[in-house]
């Protein structure tokens, strides 16, 4: 725990190498990750994490072309939705360590300062400071 509390900026590129570039990629990110396999469908994500529903798709799509996330085939809209293990010890441990960080509002902080909000004018913005969950 002391590890999170004590990252600087430069530590969160490990974040931007994984393929996160934006506060929203991260959020959908963190929330599959918090909910391990998951049945549910973009728009159930995007009203309970509080992004439009075209944010979410989006998001959903750059994640997994970053090999981030699976999902499964889509049936009515509804998919499996997991994190992809990744075979190198270091980044499953960053990433939980980063996930970690995001739950509490100084940790929020640091994220929403080193991502963009990806979503311009969105009133996003005023959320930042706020987990959704």
Not at 2 to 13: A, F, G, T, V
Not at 47 to 59: F, K, M
Not at 74 to 92: E, K, N, T
Request: proline share 2%.
């Amino acid at each position: 725990m002391e590890r999170e509390q004590n990252m600087e900026l430069s530590d969160l590129s490990y974040i931007e190498r994984m393929g996160i570039s934006g506060l929203l990629d991260w959020d959908v990110l963190a929330f599959v990750y918090r909910h391990g396999v998951s049945l549910t469908s973009a728009d159930q994500i995007a009203w309970l994490i509080g992004y439009e529903n075209t944010a979410i798709d989006g998001a959903l799509d750059r994640l997994e072309r970053a090999k981030l996330i699976e999902r499964s085939r889509s049936s009515q809209g509804i998919q499996f939705y997991r994190i992809l293990p990744s075979s190198d010890a270091r980044d499953r441990c960053c990433l939980e360590a980063f996930i970690r960080l995001s739950q509490s509002r100084a940790g929020r902080l640091l994220l929403a300062k080193r991502l963009k909000t990806g979503l311009p004018g969105s009133g996003r913005e005023a959320q930042l400071a706020t987990p959704s969950e």
